[in-house]
């Protein structure tokens, strides 16, 4: 084969990709070709044998939280290869492809939910977040405070909406700084139009939720409430999503939402009605190393320096020494330096997200280093457990 990958050319190409991610995903074509349209053409990338479209994926640039700032990612997602043509190494063409691309343009990070992981952990990807699932009984939810008021969402609220959902996401390491995509994909889940409710208290926004209603187990016993996205600036706002929740019992028979393991709404439930669930884990990419570690932010007050040696198979002029010394949160990266954390590019992925700490990288064989380089690094990516709410 002689496989070639890159920017979709035209509109045959185009429809050659939506032909083939629905019949990969058993979608209908419609359905592709609308997201698609959503993602925008210009990051479609699509991998050849010649001039035939044998593959196609989506590249989403996007800011993704990490220490409290939005570092530039590259979301991969849709990776699809027609059936006749797998296993021919069409897909980590494509992949390889676009990350030399990032690499060449310094952008920092990639980021995608695996399939499967091997060919992406190949690549130089790694576990390094999860997203997961929240579901209670409806009977269960107890919420009884109704001081604030919940009213419909209107277009006019999207800037205080966004401004709220940037206030919560940056505190956690792995959310999605979003942008026009992601915010669509929360009024429409995959196609289907969600319902939305501001909290309010006196005229400030406070807190929102969208959701979706499913059918139920049967055709006369309620329905399942997929909640699509929720955020809240204060506790009140919290127990008045959950009594909004708790006003929907006489027919919803089941509410879950997909986010963190240690969902803040919970606090607010005076026993244990839900237990969150692993739904799915999803990989990092450092594709830039200087670029990853000077964006990122690091905990206000602290200050250190590491010298790292990072080994990276697939993308060589990736890897190398570099010297990261962080004064008071804020990051300075310069080549060169003596080296003594050895770590390969998945390691660092799984280290610079906080999933991973340096000392169980070590135990994976990612990491090789004196005890005061570990104790460094765990002091300068250490932190809650990185999560996404977001699909993509």
Not at 236 to 261: C, K, N, Q, Y
């Amino acid at each position: 084969m002689a496989l070639n990958s890159g920017p979709l050319r035209d509109t045959n190409e185009l429809s050659e990709a939506t032909r083939i991610v629905a019949d990969v995903f058993n979608f209908s074509a419609e359905r592709c070709r609308a997201y698609f349209d959503s993602a925008r053409h210009e990051n479609i990338r699509v991998v050849r044998d010649g001039q035939r479209v044998v593959g196609s994926m989506a590249s989403l640039p996007v800011g993704q939280y990490f220490g409290g700032r939005s570092v530039p990612m590259a979301g991969i997602a849709a990776v699809a290869i027609a059936p006749p043509d797998r296993s021919s190494g069409a897909a980590s063409t494509m992949l390889r492809t676009e990350l030399a691309r990032l690499n060449a343009v310094s952008w920092p990070l990639s980021c995608l939910y695996p399939a499967t992981i091997p060919i992406y952990r190949k690549a130089g990807y790694e576990l390094a977040g999860a997203q997961f699932e929240t579901r209670l009984a409806g009977k269960q939810i107890d919420g009884q405070d109704r001081a604030l008021t919940v009213r419909d969402y209107q277009p006019g609220d999207q800037p205080a909406l966004e401004a709220l959902y940037r206030d919560m996401a940056r505190r956690t390491n792995g959310n999605i700084d979003r942008d026009a995509f992601f915010w669509s994909r929360v009024r429409s889940w995959r196609g289907d139009p969600t319902q939305g409710f501001v909290i309010c208290s006196g005229g400030a926004i406070e807190g929102y939720i969208f959701y979706l209603k499913r059918p139920g187990a049967g055709l006369f016993t309620g329905y399942v409430l997929q909640v699509v996205d929720l955020a809240f600036s204060t506790p009140a706002a919290a127990r008045r999503i959950l009594s909004f929740l708790a006003d929907h019992r006489s027919m919803v028979e089941t509410v879950f939402w997909f986010g963190s393991p240690n969902e803040a709404l919970l606090l607010h439930t005076r026993e244990q009605p839900a237990k969150p669930a692993l739904r799915d884990h999803w990989m990092l990419r450092i594709t830039h190393v200087a670029a990853a570690l000077e964006q990122r932010g690091y905990a206000p007050g602290l200050s250190g320096e590491l010298h790292l040696d990072v080994a990276d198979d697939v993308l060589p002029d990736n890897g190398g020494r570099f010297t990261l010394v962080v004064e008071d949160g804020r990051a300075a990266v310069s080549r060169g330096g003596r080296g003594s954390m050895r770590i390969d590019v998945r390691g660092l992925a799984s280290m610079y997200s906080g999933y991973y700490t340096p000392h169980e990288l070590k135990l994976r064989g990612y990491v090789d280093a004196d005890d005061s380089s570990m104790s460094v690094a765990a002091a300068m990516f250490g932190g809650s457990t990185p999560w996404m709410r977001d699909g993509f």
